[in-house]
């Protein structure tokens, strides 16, 4: 019995982006007969210059970019006759924080920051990008939520 072996697939440049109306057309042809595969990637892998995945096709990429280049949804790496592979961005999970007070607030800030973490604010609210499992994060805040300097908002008793 042989088995047929697929060899990777190497990305080494974006093309440019889907919505661009020269890829749009060629992708939208392309789709219709099932041949357009997709990287899914969270927001922080869009930083990473090197990378290996599986497309939703199941094809083995080794993604490496040049320093200049960084990847975003849409971002087209690969367009051919008979077949094209983008970048589709997975949606951020946030966990919402709400500080006792303005010590607090501050406190949280600087917490958050030197640990790196993404976040946005919301008004009064601090919200942190979910780039890893929610537990590590949990465990990670254990002391400020245990007395009560934050709170995770959307927990039963915020309702």
Not at 124 to 148: C, F, N, T
Request: aromatic share 4%.
């Amino acid at each position: 019995m042989r088995v047929k072996l697929r060899a990777m697939l190497r990305l080494t440049r974006i093309l440019g982006n889907a919505t661009e109306p020269d890829f749009a057309e060629r992708l939208h042809a392309l789709e219709h007969d099932g041949r357009v595969e997709t990287i899914a990637l969270d927001a922080a892998d869009t930083a990473r210059k090197r990378l290996r995945v599986a497309t939703d096709k199941g094809t083995d990429c080794a993604v490496a970019l040049a320093r200049s280049e960084s990847l975003a949804n849409g971002s087209v790496l690969l367009l051919e006759d008979d077949r094209a592979v983008v970048v589709r961005m997975r949606e951020t999970v946030w966990l919402a924080l709400k500080p006792r007070d303005l010590a607090a607030a501050l406190d949280l800030g600087y917490f958050c920051g030197n640990l790196h973490w993404r976040v946005r604010f919301e008004g009064a609210v601090l919200k942190v990008a979910l780039d890893g499992p929610r537990e590590s994060y949990m465990a990670r805040l254990a002391q400020h939520l245990a007395d009560g300097r934050a709170r995770v908002l959307g927990a039963p008793e915020d309702t």
